[in-house]
């Protein structure tokens, strides 16, 4: 359910974590750009780049899922709730050259108690252009424990010090 407070459609909703390979300023990541739609939606863009390929000249899949799992967790933006994947369904429908500017979109589906439905498209070149990849996913509620408990010492020390991360948590209404 979209919460009364989530940023409003077209807002960007910036980086979850300046140091996740989605969203951050991670050198060789995806640079991924989100923004707030309708509803429980989202849409992002990410350029493909000569460090994702898997092929010649092409994107490597998991690169490209990892696109999709990214979008598909900017939902937790609109949500006010923390969830991590849990089952990520991909479908491969088009080669995905070096230098396009891949545009997803993601919506969730169906919530059941802690698990979250979703699903998120992404095309090639322009939001109308033709479908490259689908996924199906399902993502699971979490408290900010998650991480504490199962990061790793060092950045989770980091990032319970950094006043932005404090920020951000606070977005998701988590107390850390
Ligand atoms: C210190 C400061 C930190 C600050 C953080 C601040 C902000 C953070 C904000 C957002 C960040 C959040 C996410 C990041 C966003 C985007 C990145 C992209 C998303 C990711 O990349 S994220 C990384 C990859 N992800 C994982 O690293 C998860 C590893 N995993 C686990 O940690 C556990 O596995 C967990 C927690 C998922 C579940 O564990 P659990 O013990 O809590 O719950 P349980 O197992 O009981 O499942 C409950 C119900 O879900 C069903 N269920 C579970 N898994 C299923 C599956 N695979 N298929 C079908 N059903 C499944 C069960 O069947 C049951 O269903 P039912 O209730 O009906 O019985």
Same mark, same amino acid.
């Given at each position: 359910?979209?919460?009364?407070?989530?940023?409003?459609?077209?807002?960007?909703?910036?980086?979850?974590?300046?140091?996740?390979?989605?969203?951050?300023?991670?050198?060789?990541?995806?640079?991924?750009?989100?923004?707030?739609?309708?509803?429980?939606?989202?849409?992002?863009?990410?350029?493909?780049?000569?460090?994702?390929?898997?092929?010649?000249?092409?994107?490597?899949?998991?690169?490209?899922?990892?696109?999709?799992?990214?979008?598909?967790?900017?939902?937790?933006?609109?949500?006010?709730?923390?969830?991590? !994947? *849990? &089952?990520?369904?991909?479908?491969?429908?088009?080669?995905?050259?070096?230098?396009?500017? =891949?545009?997803? %979109?993601?919506? /969730?589906?169906?919530?059941?108690?802690?698990?979250?439905?979703?699903?998120? !498209? *992404? &095309?090639?070149?322009?939001?109308?252009?033709?479908?490259?990849?689908?996924?199906?996913? =399902?993502?699971? %509620?979490?408290? /900010?424990?998650?991480?504490?408990?199962?990061?790793?010492?060092?950045?989770?020390?980091?990032?319970?010090?950094?006043?932005?991360?404090?920020?951000?948590?606070?977005?998701?209404?988590?107390?850390?």
């Amino acid at each position: 359910m979209r919460h009364p407070d989530a940023p409003a459609p077209g807002e960007p909703l910036g980086a979850h974590y300046d140091q996740c390979f989605g969203c951050g300023h991670q050198p060789g990541g995806l640079g991924l750009i989100a923004r707030a739609g309708e509803d429980v939606s989202v849409t992002a863009e990410f350029t493909v780049r000569s460090g994702h390929q898997g092929a010649p000249g092409l994107a490597h899949g998991g690169v490209l899922a990892a696109a999709l799992d990214e979008t598909l967790g900017s939902l937790n933006w609109l949500q006010r709730t923390i969830t991590v !994947t *849990g &089952r990520l369904e991909t479908d491969f429908v088009r080669p995905v050259p070096v230098g396009t500017e =891949l545009h997803l %979109e993601a919506q /969730v589906t169906a919530v059941h108690g802690r698990k979250v439905y979703c699903s998120a !498209t *992404g &095309r090639i070149g322009a939001p109308d252009g033709p479908v490259a990849v689908r996924a199906q996913a =399902l993502f699971i %509620e979490v408290r /900010v424990d998650h991480f504490i408990e199962n990061g790793r010492a060092e950045e989770i020390d980091a990032a319970l010090t950094d006043p932005d991360q404090v920020k951000v948590a606070r977005a998701f209404e988590v107390n850390p």
